[in-house]
T-cell receptor, first 113, second 112 residues
Framework: KQEVTQIPAALSVPEGENLVLNCSFT??????LQWFRQDPGKGLTSLLL?????REQTSGRLNASLDKSSGRSTLYIAASQPGDSATYLC????????????FGGGTRLMVKP | GAGVSQSPSNKVTEKGKDVELRCDPI?????LYWYRQSLGQGLEFLIY????????KSGLPSDRFSAERTGGSVSTLTIQRTQQEDSAVYLC??????????FGSGTRLTVV
C-alpha cells in the first residue's frame, strides 16, 4: 500500500526566504506526482505536475523535483511571500486509467511579513 | 465548464436526514473522483468513476454512502441517514488521460 509522508508538518519563515518542502513515498511505481496548494476553507489548487519520466517542473518561483527511485520529491519556493501562506500537499498517482491519488498529510506554511 | 463545479458550497443538515452533493466536472474529463477531508485530517479517497461506471468504490465508509454518474458528466454523492461523523468537506476532482487532477472548491457538510 502506498504511503506518502510530508516533512515538515508546519513551517514558519520570514518573508524573502527560499524554502524546501519534502515529500516521500513508499512505492516507486508511480505514474505521476502532483503538488497542490490549499488555502483555509478552500479546495485544492494544482501547482505542478511531474510525470514519472520527468525529473523536475518549474512554474514561476516554484520548482518541483522528482527522484522516483528513492521515492522523493521536493517543492522549492524561491523568495517566499506572505501570499504563499497555505497548506501544501503532494499526491502520487499509481497508474494510468484513472487510478486514485494518494495524498501526504501536507505542510502548513506561514510566511511572516 | 472552465473548472470543476460543486454544489452546494455549504450544507447544514439535521442528523438522520439524507443529503445529495453534486459535482460537475470539466467537459471531456472521463475520470471523476470523490474525496473527503475531515477537520484536521488528510484527504480520504471515497470513489472513482471512469465514464459512468465506478471501478473503485473501496473508500466509501459505509452503505449509507452511494454515488452515481450520468452521461459521463455530472456525479451525485448521496449520504443517507447522516451522522455527525459525516461532517467534513467533500471534494470532487476530474482528470483526462495523463493530465493532472483538477479539484472543485468542495462542499462543506455540517451535521447537527
Amino acid at each position: 500500500k502506498q504511503e506518502v509522508t510530508q516533512i515538515p508538518a508546519a513551517l514558519s519563515v520570514p518573508e524573502g526566504e527560499n524554502l524546501v518542502l519534502n515529500c516521500s513515498f513508499t512505492d516507486s511505481a508511480i505514474y505521476n506526482l502532483q503538488w497542490f496548494r490549499q488555502d483555509p476553507g478552500k479546495g485544492l489548487t494544482s501547482l505542478l505536475l511531474i510525470q514519472s519520466s520527468q525529473r523536475e517542473q518549474t512554474s514561476g518561483r516554484l520548482n518541483a523535483s522528482l527522484d522516483k527511485s528513492s521515492g522523493r520529491s521536493t517543492l522549492y519556493i524561491a523568495a517566499s511571500q506572505p501570499g504563499d501562506s497555505a497548506t501544501y500537499l503532494c499526491a502520487v498517482r499509481r497508474g494510468n486509467a484513472g487510478n486514485m491519488l494518494t495524498f501526504g498529510g501536507g505542510t502548513r506554511l506561514m510566511v511572516k511579513p | 465548464g472552465a473548472g470543476v463545479s460543486q454544489s452546494p458550497s455549504n450544507k447544514v443538515t439535521e442528523k438522520g436526514k439524507d443529503v445529495e452533493l453534486r459535482c460537475d466536472p470539466i467537459s471531456g474529463h472521463t475520470a471523476l473522483y470523490w474525496y473527503r477531508q475531515s477537520l484536521g485530517q488528510g484527504l480520504e479517497f471515497l470513489i472513482y468513476f471512469q465514464g459512468n461506471s465506478a471501478p473503485d468504490k473501496s473508500g466509501l465508509p459505509s452503505d449509507r454512502f452511494s454515488a452515481e454518474r450520468t452521461g459521463g458528466s455530472v456525479s451525485t454523492l448521496t449520504i443517507q441517514r447522516t451522522q455527525q461523523e459525516d461532517s467534513a468537506v467533500y471534494l470532487c476532482a476530474s482528470s483526462r488521460g495523463e493530465g493532472g487532477y483538477t479539484f472543485g472548491s468542495g462542499t462543506r457538510l455540517t451535521v447537527v
